[in-house]
């Protein structure tokens, strides 16, 4: 099960299963990440990656120039998944349960981080620990899962708005994978739910809070920043596949683009679509615990394109900048 950024043989999953959210992009199974040798390829702009080693997190930015990546300020206290907002607002769900955003990040200038309590619809603080904030496609409030995902315990979706402080809770009335959630537009949210082995995408609507059966199979998904396509990955070691949001929705089967383990790895442990859905960013495992991150561009029929630098890593959870 997911947690950001933790587990070594776990898929997606932080800290504790949460935890290992972070570490989701080292995702379970996250020893020890390589040194891979940077691309001279294609510059992976505005890729942003939460990684952790030896039991602390950093944020890596990624920009036009193609160098090295330039550090960003993690919030105090180790961050387990990061996900980002419009105008270059980050949102972290961080290792105790709590959530935070970030100023916008500017080069050059250290990142302010506020730890944020919502308060629900009868003004008493909603109740966590919240997993996988996820910034929805207008970038103005975020989603987490709250309640205890890494024992099976009841699930509740939150919808925070952090300008405002306030919270709206949907109960999620079934088993709920750790997985983190996907915006599939300004008011869909798809919900990993069943179990790993036989898991179904619950839709949840934001404005009512009604729920229904989405496509089954995909143990782990995202959806670019549009929510107009989406990645999946039906289980460890199985390709990512690329599709057309509507069209997998509609069950027809069809794909845009795959992108399938490279040699010496095992799994996906987390990947992320860009804005547009034009570029797709992966987390390798290797059969040896380490992690490599690769960039593929659907321009160039989903080929690697890239192979930014994270160094030795426990785990990664991988962005875009809007």
């Known amino acids: 099960m997911p947690t950001p950024i933790r587990s070594r043989r776990q898929p997606i999953h932080g800290r504790r299963a949460v935890g290992a959210a972070l570490l989701i992009a080292c995702s379970g199974a996250l020893a020890a990440c390589g040194t891979a040798q940077p691309s001279s390829e294609v510059a992976p702009d505005g890729l942003i990656a939460l ?26 206290g180790g961050a387990t998944w990061i996900s980002t907002g419009r105008s270059d607002v980050l949102a972290a769900t961080l290792a105790d349960g709590t959530s935070a955003t970030s100023d916008p990040i500017r080069p050059g200038t250290t990142l302010a981080w506020r730890i944020v309590k919502p308060l ?59 997985a983190p959630p996907a915006w599939i537009d300004a008011d869909r949210l798809a919900v990993v739910t069943g179990d790993a082995a036989a898991p179904v995408t619950t839709i949840v609507d934001t404005r009512t809070g009604a729920t229904s059966d989405g496509p089954s199979g995909a143990r782990l998904l995202a959806t670019s920043g549009n929510g107009r396509r989406v ?56 059969h040896d615990g380490t992690v490599t991150l690769a960039v593929h561009d659907g321009r160039s029929d989903w080929r690697r394109v890239a192979k930014p630098v994270i160094g030795a890593a426990d785990g990664a959870v991988v962005a875009w900048q809007r």
């Open 51 to 76: 990684v952790g080693t030896a039991g602390k997190t950093t944020i890596k930015r990624w920009d036009a120039t193609g160098g090295d990546p330039i550090a960003v300020t993690a919030p105090k």
């Open 120 to 178: 629900g619809g009868t003004g008493v603080a909603v109740k966590g620990p919240d997993y996988f904030a996820t910034w929805d496609p207008d970038g103005g409030l975020y989603a987490v899962l709250a309640g205890d995902l890494p024992s099976g315990g009841a699930i509740r979706v939150v919808l925070i708005d952090p300008t405002v402080g306030t919270a709206f809770e949907i109960p999620i009335d079934r088993s709920v994978v750790a």
């Open 231 to 286: 990645a999946t990955m039906d289980g460890q070691g199985a390709p990512v596949v690329i599709r057309d949001t509507a069209a997998w929705l509609g069950g027809d089967g069809s794909s845009v683009g795959s992108v399938a383990p490279p040699d010496g790895s095992t799994t996906a442990i987390a990947f992320a679509l860009d804005a547009t859905g034009q570029r797709l960013v992966v987390a390798w495992q290797a």
